[in-house]
């Protein structure tokens, strides 16, 4: 059986990568009622006794840790993560951040941050990677339009590369809308989009505007009309005529969209 590792690099990245431990999660449970720790739940997770070792499969789950990575430049959305439901499945050793951000800017992220950090972060891609019997593929989830997501996330996959040039990586890039309010994510995402086209093998390109119909149009279905949305970097709704349509975070039913995108092309292995 395989392994994967997911990088989560961001807001984006961490937020998108939250939804989908949780749905995985809740897939697995729905289908093994039994608990055991079985070659699906594996290829995702380890199950660490109480000494923090790994044990094979076919056993009873005693702790699951997500194969994951978590990385961002600011502190408040992981840490938000550690203070929820699934803050059981990281620990420490997972998580690399620092407290002031990239300040949407991918040269910071990429070059400033990507050389102060590259050490710490070969080490803890080692480290997952160490964790797995047959490790098969890397899953890179980043925003094109932070800082932190387009620079630090495409230097992490250079980093890959290196390190790791046999592995698959597969990128979750999510661009940004025509109305975004950060001024600089055009630029920062063509910047990406050169590292992509250069270090990825596999790009799954999301565009938050269409997601944002998708909900939009969900919305409107249940609740009636709300028509013309534009999304902030807040994660709340304006609408295009002016004012603010609400105190909705739609990125969580965005980012579900994207979590079951990413289960459903991963479901092969899990
Ligand atoms: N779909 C979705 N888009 C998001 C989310 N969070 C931020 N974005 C989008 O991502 C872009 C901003 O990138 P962030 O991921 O917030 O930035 P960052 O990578 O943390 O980088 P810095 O904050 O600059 O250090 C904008 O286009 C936002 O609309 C999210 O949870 N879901
Ligand atoms: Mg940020």
Same mark, same amino acid.
């Not at 994510?185 to 990825?200: F, I, K, T």
């Not at 969900?218 to 002016?242: F, N, Q, W, Y």
């Given at each position: 059986?395989?392994?994967?590792?997911?990088?989560?690099?961001?807001?984006?990245?961490?937020?998108?990568?939250?939804?989908?431990?949780?749905?995985?999660?809740?897939? %697995?449970?729905?289908?093994?009622?039994?608990? !055991?720790?079985?070659?699906?739940?594996?290829?995702?997770? *380890?199950?660490?006794?109480?000494?923090?070792?790994?044990?094979?499969?076919?056993?009873?789950?005693? %702790?699951?840790?997500?194969?994951?990575?978590?990385?961002?430049?600011?502190?408040?959305?992981?840490?938000?993560?550690?203070?929820?439901?699934?803050?059981?499945?990281?620990?420490?050793?997972?998580?690399?951040?620092?407290?002031?951000?990239?300040?949407?800017?991918?040269?910071?992220?990429?070059?400033?941050?990507?050389?102060?950090?590259?050490?710490?972060?070969?080490?803890?891609?080692?480290?997952?990677?160490?964790?797995?019997?047959?490790?098969?593929?890397?899953?890179?989830?980043?925003?094109?339009?932070?800082?932190?997501?387009?620079? !630090?996330?495409?230097?992490?996959?250079?980093? !890959?590369?290196?390190?790791?040039?046999?592995?698959?990586?597969?990128?979750?890039?999510?661009?940004?809308?025509?109305?975004?309010?950060?001024?600089?994510?055009?630029?920062?995402?063509?910047?990406?989009?050169?590292?992509?086209?250069?270090?990825?093998?596999?790009?799954?390109?999301?565009?938050?505007?269409?997601?944002?119909?998708?909900?939009?149009?969900?919305? !409107?279905?249940? %609740?009636?009309?709300?028509?013309?949305?534009?999304?902030?970097?807040?994660?709340?709704?304006?609408?295009? *005529?002016?004012?603010?349509?609400?105190?909705?975070?739609?990125?969580?039913?965005?980012n579900n969209i994207v979590a079951n995108l990413l289960l459903n092309i991963t479901r092969e292995t899990c």
């Amino acid at each position: 059986m395989t392994q994967s590792v997911v990088v989560q690099v961001g807001q984006c990245g961490n937020q998108v990568g939250c939804r989908f431990w949780d749905l995985a999660l809740r897939e %697995h449970a729905h289908v093994n009622k039994k608990g !055991l720790y079985d070659e699906a739940l594996s290829s995702f997770f *380890r199950n660490v006794d109480s000494r923090g070792g790994d044990r094979g499969a076919g056993g009873i789950i005693q %702790h699951l840790k997500a194969r994951a990575v978590l990385v961002d430049m600011e502190e408040g959305v992981v840490n938000k993560l550690l203070q929820g439901p699934l803050r059981e499945v990281f620990d420490s050793t997972q998580l690399l951040t620092d407290v002031s951000g990239s300040g949407n800017n991918w040269a910071v992220g990429h070059l400033t941050y990507g050389s102060v950090y590259r050490e710490q972060m070969v080490e803890q891609l080692r480290r997952a990677a160490e964790h797995c019997d047959c490790l098969q593929c890397f899953f890179i989830i980043h925003s094109m339009g932070g800082g932190t997501g387009s620079g !630090l996330g495409t230097r992490v996959l250079g980093l !890959l590369e290196e390190e790791f040039p046999e592995v698959c990586r597969i990128v979750t890039a999510v661009y940004p809308s025509a109305e975004d309010d950060v001024v600089t994510s055009p630029y920062n995402s063509v910047l990406a989009m050169r590292e992509l086209s250069e270090h990825a093998d596999c790009v799954l390109p999301v565009d938050n505007q269409s997601l944002l119909d998708i909900v939009s149009r969900i919305s !409107l279905m249940a %609740h009636g009309a709300k028509p013309e949305l534009v999304i902030r970097r807040d994660g709340t709704l304006a609408s295009r *005529r002016g004012g603010i349509a609400g105190a909705e975070k739609p990125f969580d039913a965005m980012n579900n969209i994207v979590a079951n995108l990413l289960l459903n092309i991963t479901r092969e292995t899990c």
